[in-house]
């Protein structure tokens, strides 16, 4: 626990008897209960830089509330991305991070996308290492859970004329989690949107702004008071072409192919799915990225949704209208297959021959 990183903090922020009996002290958490909800922790990372200027490391400080002007570009324009990770406790008694660098890369994307200073990945990982760090004692045992990390970056200068802003901010916060979806591995009841879509072709769909979230909030609270877990979106051309789910990407298996949504610029590149692709051929499974019509994976043997927050949750059923496809009460056996290869790989149960997982120093 003592390192070079919470040591710096500390120095900067709290005296080291707070620091030493806060963190050796268990989190107020009931590691059985979690559900994928807010929980606060100690200590947020955060950095500023002016529009032109070059990223410089920030700093930790105690979790709380941020002072923002009203003029800020991410609350009038939505000049704003985030992510997700997570990190786990596992077999070898590490703390990991599932391919941080992907999230870091896929940011700089983003940022370049809306016109933001990327930030570099050196201080990405640096960030998200201090915030896992310093916030150890929220991250669940093993196999209970997972400390989630968001990652966000925005412009947080004032900007009155739709133009980037002049100031931007990068921070990163944590919250332990448990399943996104209700009930973990338990097949889940999605509903085809034939009126909604994420995201068009030219916009931002293929990045983690922070806009791409809100309209699918409304589709998706009416899907699910209808009893429905969330919505798939279809493409926004022909509405015909499975697109993701909600916030999570789509794999059907059928006649032994894996099939995926090809990566148009309207989904987001999930580093889930791309594990899942590496995974799946690995096993000498043919996986298919390309189109993936609704009508198609309707008739398919498994389906499945996979994200950071989803994992690899299997779906039960899809309604398009006045059909429902029916693929079981239990997962398939190649989604089985895969949650546990990909799961085996994050807990390091399994032998990482991908070089996926990022061991936390000092953890
Ligand atoms: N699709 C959307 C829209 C998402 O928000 C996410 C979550 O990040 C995903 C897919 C899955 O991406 P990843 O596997 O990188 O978490
Ligand atoms: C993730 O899987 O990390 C996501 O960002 C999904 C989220 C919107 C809850």
Redesign the pocket.
Known sequence: MANNHTYRYYTQSLNTDGLWSELMSDAPVDWDSLT?SMTETDHMYIAKTAIDEPWGPGLMRPYGNISISPAAGVINYGQGL?????AYRTAKNRVVLFRPEENARRMQRGADRLKMPPVPEPIFIDAVEQVVQANARWIPPMGRGAL?V?PLLNGSGAVLGVAPAPEYTFMVFSTPVGP?FKGGMTCIDLLISDTYHRAAPGGSGGV?AIGN?APGMMPSKSAKADGYSEVIYLDAEEHTYIEEV???NFFCYRDGILYTPELTGTILP?I?RDSIIELARQMGIEVVEGKVAAEFAMEADEAFCC????VISPIGSITLGEITATYGNEPGELTQTLYDKLTNIQNEIDEDSFGWVHAVPGL
Do not use: L, Q, S
């Not at 985030?82 to 997570?86: C, S, T």
């Open positions: 994928f985030f992510e997700g990770m997570k989630y968001r996104y983690k979230y909600g916030a999570a999930g889930t994200g950071t927050a989803a």
